[in-house]
Structure formats: C-alpha cells, structure tokens
C-alpha cells in the first residue's frame, strides 16, 4: 500500500531562468513536501547559465530546453504538463518559495474531496522589504485568510459587472495545482502574459469551479522598478479587457484625478511603514511617485489601444522582457 493517497499521483511545473540560490531553496522545500508521495518535477529551462541545470538534476528532476526566442507562458507551460502523466499537476515559479511542507497537500486535497473543483491555488506573501504598494497588491489578489470556491453557480456571466467576472477567475500560476484531466481539455492559451486567468475564465464559464486555499502559502515577491510595473499592468489590462470587459480608466479625463488619488493614497501606504530607515522611505516615495503616474496611462492604454492594429509597434515595445 502507498503510505499517502497521493502517490505517484502529483507532478510539479516550474519554468526556469537562471533561478540561482532561491529557486534551489524553493526546489528543496519542494522535495520535501509531506503527505503527497515523490513529485514528478518537470523544469522548462529557456537559458540558465548559473547552474540552474545542475540544481534540476541533483535534485533529480527533469529538465527540457527552450529556446529564449520560443519562451512563451502558456506553451512553455503546456509542453512540460504535456510530459507528465499523472492525475494532478502543481504549477510554480522559480522564485516562489513554499513555506511549509504542507503546501502541496493544501492544493491537492480540494480537488480529491470534489470532483466539480477544476483546479486550486495558494496564497502569497510577500518577501521582507517588499515596497508597501506592492505588498497591498499582493494581499489584494493572491491573499486572504478564509478558503473561498469560485464559480459561476446561478449567475449568468453575461450580466455580471467585470469586477464580479475579475472574481470568480481569479486564479495564479505563482502557486497553483490543476486536474491534469482539465489541462487535456482546455489547454493554455498561446500568451506572453496572464495565461493563468485566461484558462480559468475558460474553465469557470465551461461550469467548473476553482478554489482558493489560504493555507498553501508561498513567499513571493518582486522588486521592480516602476516602470516595469507600470508595463505589467498594461498587460495586465490589455487581458482583462479581451477577458472580462473591465475598463478601470474609462477615458482620459480620468487620469488626472486617479492619479492624484493614487498619489495620496501609495504615500499614506509608505508612511504607515514604521520599521524603516529614512533613505528607504525616500527611495519608496520616489517609486510610489513614479508608478501613480505611470499606473493610470497603463491601465488606459491597455484596455482601449493594446488590440488595435495601428499601435502593434509600441504595444510590442512594452510588452518586451515582461
């Protein structure tokens, strides 16, 4: 008899790129997950020149080679899912590092209990220094103390408001885990970005559900410049208006007025940081500064130009490295 239900039942996705010292952490903290039986560990790898490839291999998981030119979010996730053959399938990231050894077996027991549970996904915290808007963004999509289900149920999705659509697919590849018999039917969409909610608006509209589990948690976070941010949330609202019709910046005459909002609202956020020294509440301010108004001419054009044919130049430009 196995000694876990799950054995030789799970297998674990993680993409990397020079992963360097904490993805070696996060891939052990992996192997030693309780309760669920030895991981099927599949790493696409686009390029690693730290050593990455020979973490993988101690670690005795399996790498496949892509090529950085052909790196794509759904399709590299989908050619790893596609070597495994077991009934559950976990999905990561490099830098996401579980933080306990129950982090799998969190995932996978919603989706044994009920069979109309598509897939799961965890919680994050972020990293310790993490910028105090980046952390209030984190906790707003990916956090939360209370275990909620997600579906459609009586609702017809055609009169739901977009923010109530944005609800019920939110879902993250940061740390997630998926029927593998659901990936068969829906596969991931060929994206760049967002290929994690575009598969669960697919899966919630087929009349599936999702579930939040607030006890498999990882650390997780990143320290960008603003820029960059502002360049992932033009992304970010490009997808959500293809998927969900959201719009938070309706036109221009808008911006001016979110951004002074946005302005007041992200120093609030860093004064209320009592634990930090004056240089970082100075180089905070400056960051909030930026992305409050960069933030709103992102959410702008990406919902009413990213899809227009004419502005394919400049879209290609800041979707580049994102």
């Known amino acids: 008899m196995p000694d876990s239900p799950f054995e030789g039942r799970v297998s674990l996705v993680i993409p990397t790129l ?22 099927d560990i599949v790493c696409p790898d686009s390029g690693s020149q730290d050593g990455t490839i020979d973490v993988i291999r101690r670690a ?20 790893a899912v596609a070597t495994t053959t077991t009934d559950y399938v976990i999905l990561s990231v ?14 996978l ?42 579906a459609l149920g009586a609702s017809d999705w055609n009169e739901m408001a977009p923010m109530e659509r944005l ?12 029927r593998r018999s659901m990936w068969e039917r829906q596969r991931f969409e060929h994206l760049a970005f967002g290929e994690d909610v575009a598969w669960a608006a697919r899966i919630i509209r ?4 999702i579930t939040f ?11 960008r410049s603003a820029w960059d941010e502002a360049r992932r949330i033009y992304c970010d609202h490009s997808n959500l208006r293809r998927l969900v019709e959201l719009m938070t910046v309706p036109s221009r005459k808008h911006i001016e007025g979110n951004i002074e909002a946005a302005r007041a609202h992200y120093a609030h956020l860093v004064d209320a940081k009592t634990d930090v020294d004056a240089t970082t509440r100075a180089l905070w301010h400056e960051w909030a500064e930026k992305l409050a108004q960069y933030e709103n001419w992102a959410q702008y054009l990406g919902a009413h130009y990213s899809h227009r044919w004419w502005f394919g130049p400049f879209d290609r430009w800041l979707r580049k490295g994102i």
């Open 109 to 150: 027991e919603p989706l044994e209990d009920d069979k109309t549970v598509a897939a799961t996904y965890g919680r994050q915290v972020p990293m310790p220094g993490c910028h105090p808007v980046l952390a209030e963004r984190i906790d707003s999509w990916a956090g939360g103390t209370e275990p909620v289900v997600q």
């Open 213 to 223: 589990v607030p006890d498999a948690v990882v650390e997780h976070s990143h320290d």
């Open 60 to 79: 005795g998981a399996k790498t496949q080679p892509i090529a950085p030119a052909h790196f794509n979010h759904g399709e590299t996730r989908n050619r």
């Open 18 to 39: 020079n992963g360097g010292e904490r993805f070696e952490r996060a891939l052990q903290v992996w192997r030693d997950q309780a309760g669920v039986g030895k991981l």
């Open 167 to 178: 609800g019920v697919i939110r879902y993250d590849h940061v740390i997630a885990c998926m």
């Open 94 to 107: 490099q830098d996401a590092v579980p933080l306990s050894t129950d982090v799998a077996r969190s995932l």
């Open 206 to 209: 087929g009349g599936w559900r």
